[in-house]
């Protein structure tokens, strides 16, 4: 039973439109929600995290939104680009224990020229 | 350079015959960890390490050994590989602490992955 759910398991977008990549948790000790970029070949790499206390941070083109009621986050790349193909993980952990990480099932992005 | 750095990338292996994956990093960092990757289930991990010789159990460890001797290596074992231990193996480091203390948010170090086939 995964403790998180991430959705859709692929996606394919066309250049310059928005990615949208959703997970829910059900764990309330979850605090730290780090997303990770996965290219192949390559082991994760961690790209964005946000904790409870914010509803929203953006880093360039890349945006968590998380809603602590719903027990839901999502990142959203806007103006999606080639060479953001790539499989994102959501990730999920108490509090301080962020080590302890437990991660969605992955996303494959496709972004097409 | 700062990395995680595991080998093999490729393991070809017989049901039952013992396997070690190594892992190595060069950033002092205190906590690793290893993951299996499987399609549709994301990552899961298999063992962790706090420190030097301090392991425990993730949510996957049947199956798995793991040693923690020195505070750069982090081995993991098969003692008598099956079929279902076929998956794609990820090391990771990090600071310890747990992530988002603090004045920064860091994360893990992950290696480039072993290949794991078991006929």
């Known amino acids: 039973q995964q403790q998180v759910k991430q959705s859709p398991q692929s996606l394919i977008v066309q250049k310059g439109g928005i990615s949208i990549i959703n997970c829910a948790y059900e764990n309330t000790a979850f605090d730290y929600f780090p997303w990770y970029q996965q290219f192949p070949g390559k082991g994760p790499a961690l790209l964005i995290a946000?904790?409870?206390?914010?509803s929203e941070k953006k880093e360039g083109r890349f945006t968590i939104s998380f809603n602590k009621s719903a027990k839901q986050f999502s990142l959203h790349i806007m103006d999606s680009q080639p060479g953001d193909s790539a499989t994102y993980f959501c990730a999920a952990s108490p509090n301080n224990a962020g080590n302890m990480l437990t991660f969605g099932g992955g996303t494959r992005l496709m972004v097409k020229p | 350079e700062a990395q995680v750095t595991q080998n093999p990338r490729y393991l070809i292996t017989v049901t039952g015959k013992k396997l070690t994956v190594t892992c190595s990093q060069n950033?002092?960092?205190?906590?690793m960890s290893w993951y299996r990757q499987d399609p549709g289930l994301g990552l899961r991990q298999i063992y962790y390490s706090m420190n030097v010789e301090v392991t425990d159990k993730g949510d996957v460890p049947e199956g798995y050994k793991v040693s923690r001797k020195e505070k750069r290596n982090f081995p993991l074992i098969l003692e008598s590989p099956s079929p279902n231990q076929t998956s794609l193996y990820f090391c990771?480091?990090?600071?310890?602490?747990?992530f988002g203390t603090g004045m920064g948010i860091y994360g893990y170090t992950f290696g480039s992955g072993t290949r794991l086939t078991v006929v």
């Open positions: 990771a480091s990090s600071l310890s602490g747990g």
């Open positions: 950033m002092n960092h205190e906590y």
């Open positions: 946000i904790r409870p206390d914010v």
